[in-house]
């Protein structure tokens, strides 16, 4: 929670605490207003394909459904659709049991994420809500930084359901169910992970466009290529790297330069979303990283 406080030299202008977020406390859903973001770009690997954008706009219609109602409508994902998610999984699963955190590999199976079948954001969310109070909120398609970043600070995030198109299923250039679910969704069972994600939330409400920008670095280096220190190894735990096996491989190869998590250095680190990336930052426990990211945010009060 936000709260205001006496503003000294010593102490921080407000305090940044988790708190819980009861149905009751959430925004109304259907105050927000997304224009345009079931759009595929002109090099999607889908988009000269009309059933591929039909399939598209029938899902993205689910979510648009679950603003008016607030329930999320399962899909009844297709043959193909599976087929799809099982290649990416099975192998997937196979460089996870190398390179990824043990507690993402626990996660996984704790919220019954298989190589057998897509699961459902409405199963994930019976599961989170019990064990870290964290919830998923169906969504069409990718939306700016501020309103995104900002519903973490409600133990929310916006998932996309649709999946990538048939003909490149090792390759997505946005988020769908596999990058979501295989990616961030088992990290939101870890208590302080999800305090950490929730105070990012808070920092993007208040954040200044500078500081929304450092945010996003801040996310970019930790939420999707993170790596963290594992009984003297080093494993992922980030969402880019958990769902790409390429991004993945590369981690842990020799053109990666693997530096202590740094948080002065990550927020004014710039990044190239298309480019492999050089440079990833080991946090030595989500605890410090979360320590840390308190103090950052507590200092946009300043
Ligand atoms: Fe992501």
Sequence with gaps: MLTETATTTAEPAFRVDNYVVNDEDLPIFHDMEFEDINQLDLDHPGANDPEYRKRRDYIASLSKKFRETGVITDVDYTDEEQGIWRHVATRLEELHQKHASPFYLKAKKDLGISTEHIPQLSEMNRRLKQLTGFRLAPIEGLVETRAFLSWLSYRVMLSTQYIRHHSRPDYTPEPDIVHESIGHIPMFTNQNFTDYSQFIGHGARIANDKQLE???????????????????????????????????????????????????????????????????????SYTELKEATRKYIESFGK
Excluded: C
């Design 214 to 284: 450092e945010l996003g670095r801040l996310y970019w280096f930790t939420v999707e290529f993170g790596l963290v220190e594992d009984e003297g190894d080093i494993k992922a735990y980030g969402a880019g790297l958990l769902s790409s096996y390429g991004e993945l491989e590369h981690a842990f190869g020799d053109e990666v330069e693997r530096r202590p998590f740094d948080l002065e250095q990550v927020i004014n680190t710039d990044y190239n979303y298309s480019d492999m990336q050089p440079v990833l930052y080991v946090v030595p």
